[in-house]
């Protein structure tokens, strides 16, 4: 019975660690597109624009996507320091692929990529400022490999390979415990309300 409980409550516990790691995520999410939003309003006060608004923020197939209310124009160096500044003070270590696509066209004008941890950053075209349109500006998140992101208390795959351990392991020791509780019955005869031991001959 002990090892049907411990099974009982160690599933338990996988069910809540799986349940955390899907909140870490969404929360995860949530201060990506808050960050994001930030970038939209950083940038359009680089365009001297405090007025027009910073559309809802969406993710489209992978990608998060910065819309606005009305058109302009800009340089690439704008989009590349705004994003920088509020990654950096948001803390945010994940590097990040940026595309700048007219809208409804699917043809991306400028694209850059940027890493805080590696300080690889690749940006094209600095001071080719583009005509006033209608932008939108993908962002596509690339997860940080950080040495301490990989160690085992930080990493969730190693959190489920240890649970799967823990369970393998309870349930052997069930069966080791049931099969030796079955071997210990089979040395025994029931001589009425009184067992005969074989072995011991008591």
């Excluded at 992978?62 to 948001?90: C, H, M, N, W």
């Amino acid at each position: 019975m002990i090892w049907i409980k411990l099974l009982k409550h160690l599933f338990i516990l996988f069910i809540a660690v799986i349940l955390f790691s899907g909140v870490k995520a969404e929360t995860n999410d949530q201060r990506i597109k808050v960050a994001l939003r930030t970038v939209g309003h950083e940038f359009l006060l680089q365009l001297n624009d405090s007025t027009s608004r910073v559309l809802p923020i969406e993710k489209i197939v992978g990608r998060y996507a910065i819309q606005f209310e009305r058109e302009f124009s800009f340089e690439p160096d704008f989009l590349f320091f705004a994003t920088f500044k509020v990654f950096e003070e948001s803390k945010i270590k994940d590097g990040y692929i940026v595309e700048v696509e007219e809208c409804g066209t699917n043809k991306v004008i400028h694209s850059f990529e940027a890493n805080l941890t590696k300080n690889n950053d690749l940006l094209a075209c600095k001071l080719r400022e583009l005509p006033v349109g209608c932008y939108v500006f993908y962002f596509t998140m690339i997860e940080s490999n950080q040495a301490e992101e990989s160690t085992i208390f930080t990493s969730w795959n190693n959190w489920y390979l240890i649970l799967i351990l823990i369970l393998a392991t309870a349930a052997i020791g069930y069966l080791i415990k049931k099969r030796s509780s079955q071997k210990l019955k089979a040395d025994f005869i029931d001589i009425g309300q009184f067992q005969f031991d074989q072995k011991r001959m008591v």
